[in-house]
């Protein structure tokens, strides 16, 4: 019932146009990571699947790690006084974290590595790119 829930809500705000927005369609993503947790999680109550894990990841990795990274990314921007345009970079950033979050949920255990290496460059290309803005003065003067 709770990802039938989550579905709904998500098609109910899904625009056409979000695809070409980074910061719109991470989020999309990211809340998308919560409809497979609570589906897996389902799963495992139901005896379908035989531990809790990929739910818990899909949970953690996907939605929770999505949903931080993206915004970080939108508040970064908006408390430093620049346009809501993340850098192109961020756009790699979010897929390769939901790169990472399915190879951690559906590949077996010899693929940790690269499900960690996913998520640990999605974070690095933010650091990279918004440290230099976060160190910085507003571009709009305003204190903060």
Request: contains cysteine; charged residues 5%; glycine residues 10%.
């Amino acid at each position: 019932l709770l990802a039938a829930l989550h579905g709904l809500r998500l098609w109910h705000w899904h625009l056409p146009g979000i695809w070409r927005v980074p910061l719109l369609w991470s989020l999309h993503l990211a809340y998308a990571w919560l409809l497979v947790a609570t589906l897996g999680m389902a799963a495992w109550h139901l005896g379908w699947l035989a531990q809790p894990s990929p739910a818990s990841h899909a949970l953690a990795v996907g939605a929770l790690g999505g949903l931080v990274l993206a915004m970080m990314a939108r508040v970064s921007l908006g408390h430093t006084g620049r346009p809501l345009q993340p850098p192109k970079a961020m756009a790699w950033a979010f897929t390769v974290l939901n790169l990472g979050a399915l190879i951690r949920v559906a590949a077996g255990g010899s693929w940790l590595w690269l499900a960690a290496l996913c998520w640990g460059l999605a974070f690095a290309l933010f650091v990279v790119h918004y440290a230099p803005l976060l160190c910085r003065a507003r571009v709009d003067g305003h204190p903060g």
